[in-house]
């Protein structure tokens, strides 16, 4: 791996990883919000909103910083992921009003998702016909709309005190897995770098929000910023099938995916049993193995790209 | 549940956008297409005997060639009438060859030049003045990854003559020119493969 490449890498993790440390500790820099009251509740909404306001705007930013220019109205598939990052800011703002029925909730999640697939790869999709289409957006706002609900029920575990801390954190940890092992797919299965270099701005992004988690406990992924992450992640997932030449694209896609879906299931089977460290880090592992299976596959398949 | 509608509508807006968005991408992004067939008169490229070559700079220390393996097309260079002249030249970018199929593979995705997406790159002459006997400049239309920019072009008239079995006429014409790739959107990694890229297009034809 020559050193630009790795440069490029580099500057991948370490700009979005500064700019999620120092946004993320200003959202909650104050002390952690009151666990009951009015003030409280506002306070907890205002974080959430903000939160995802810096998940998605920060990753505009970066993609920006990162990947380079990108033209508005976006004319190219890649070029979308600023525009969908904050259309997905608008989804949690819309879909996580607190009252929302959960079902209305998913249902709305996996249109707009679909809607932005769509968009995206609409320079594609103007010479296929409507079933393959239909069948590729219906494939794709299921899966991301599982990895989002999984998400989402992470982060949100937990009702109060040291249970409520846990949750916290395993979100932003959960997401942080999700989105690393999403970009070593895409970069060693798909041999695409740029595709590959949008989950990787995110999960940079959340090592950030893990290490404010350190000194704000009640920093959390609920309720917006950790749908808004996993859509983008997700978006870039189902370019990876769609734009690259990789047959398995779509075996690495469902494994990433099924990511999310382990952590969560994980964190159902061990919660009474290991309640603490060891079940975040059962949870972590679990998250862990369909991405190294996926990894492995690449590499044993295809091997790492060429530049 | 007022909430959720309102939260309904927030959606419903931003999936309009979207679908507005999408189009106006779609119609900027429409400039590739596969090319027109030869005018009669005109010279069919004969891909077997045709040859599209391109280099570009490794970490700014060697030169890379690679090539097209398919390439389409007519053209007819009309010395008595120059305005009559044509060129014109499809390239499926999916025919790229590094002779190293992972690089292929990374020069088909979105990095370089997203072929699925964009399938062709295209070359139509749109102005043609003699230069010499064999020396002609065109000005043209180059399309690559959806942006079309104005270029100018030296084009040779490598010659004429009988077909290999001595039945139609076959023609020959080579150019050779440099693009900068960031300004097609190929902005990706410009400091490991040079911004950069000679083009070396030799084409037979035959009528």
């Not at chain 1, 706002?141 to 029920?153: F, R």
């Not at chain 1, 779509?250 to 060891?278: D, E, I, Q």
Request: one cysteine or more; a positive charge.
């Amino acid at each position: 791996m020559s050193i630009e490449v790795i440069t490029q890498l580099a500057w991948g993790a370490v700009a979005p990883g500064l700019l999620g440390l120092i946004a993320f500790l200003a959202v909650w820099w104050s002390r952690a919000p009151a666990r009951s009251g009015a003030g409280g509740r506002a306070r907890s909404i205002f974080r959430a909103a903000a939160g995802t306001a810096v998940l998605a705007m920060g990753y505009a930013a970066m993609h920006r910083l990162v990947l380079g220019r990108t033209a508005f109205p976006p004319a190219r598939s890649d070029e979308w992921f600023p525009v969908a990052a904050l259309v997905f800011m608008l989804l949690a703002h819309g879909v996580y009003a607190p009252g929302a029925r959960p079902l209305v909730r998913w249902i709305m999640m996996g249109l707009l998702v679909a809607a932005a697939g769509w968009a995206s790869a609409s320079n594609l999709f103007r010479t296929w016909e409507a079933a393959p289409i239909v069948a590729h957006l219906a494939l794709f706002a299921a899966g991301a709309t599982l990895a989002v609900a999984c998400l989402d029920g992470v982060a949100s575990s937990g009702s109060q005190g040291a249970e409520a801390q846990q949750g916290n954190v395993r979100g932003v940890l959960a997401l942080l897995i999700f989105a690393v092992g999403a970009h070593q797919l895409l970069t060693i299965g798909c041999h695409t770098m740029k595709l590959g270099q949008v989950p990787q701005i995110i999960g940079a992004m959340c090592g950030g929000a893990a290490l404010v988690w350190l000194f704000r406990r009640g920093l959390t992924f609920a309720g917006g910023p950790a749908a808004t992450g996993a859509a983008v992640v997700c978006l870039a997932l189902f370019q990876g099938v769609l734009f690259t030449d990789a047959p398995l694209a779509w075996l690495y896609a469902t494994l990433a995916v099924l990511s999310p879906v382990c952590f969560a299931c994980a964190g159902v089977l061990t919660a009474r049993r290991w309640p603490g460290f060891k079940g975040g880090l059962a949870q972590s592992v679990a998250a862990a193995l369909p991405i190294t299976t996926g990894m492995a596959v690449a590499l044993a398949t295809a091997g790492a790209p060429e530049e | 549940m007022n909430r959720t509608i309102i939260g309904g509508v927030v959606m419903g807006v931003a999936g309009l956008g979207l679908a507005a968005l999408a189009g106006n991408g779609a119609a900027s992004a429409r400039a590739s297409g596969t090319g027109a067939p030869a005018a009669e008169g005109a010279f069919k490229v004969d891909a077997v005997h045709s040859s599209v070559v391109y280099r570009v700079k490794h970490l700014n220390v060697s030169n890379f060639y690679g090539r097209f393996g398919k390439v389409e097309g007519s053209f007819a260079l009309n010395k008595a009438d120059p305005g009559k002249s044509e060129l014109s030249v499809t390239i499926p970018t999916d025919s790229i060859d590094s002779n190293n199929a992972k690089r292929d593979g990374h020069l088909k995705s979105q990095d370089f030049f997203s072929a699925k997406e964009f399938p062709t790159i295209t070359f139509k002459g749109k102005a043609f003045t003699k230069k010499s006997d064999t020396a002609w400049e065109v000005v043209g239309d180059i399309s690559l990854k959806g942006v079309t920019k104005p270029i100018t072009v030296t084009v040779e008239d490598t010659g004429t003559g009988k077909g290999m079995r001595g039945q139609g006429e076959i023609a020959g014409v080579a150019s050779t020119f440099t693009i900068k790739r960031s300004e097609f959107g190929m902005n990706y990694m410009l400091d490991g493969l040079s911004d950069e890229v000679t083009i070396m297009v030799g084409l037979e034809g035959a009528r």
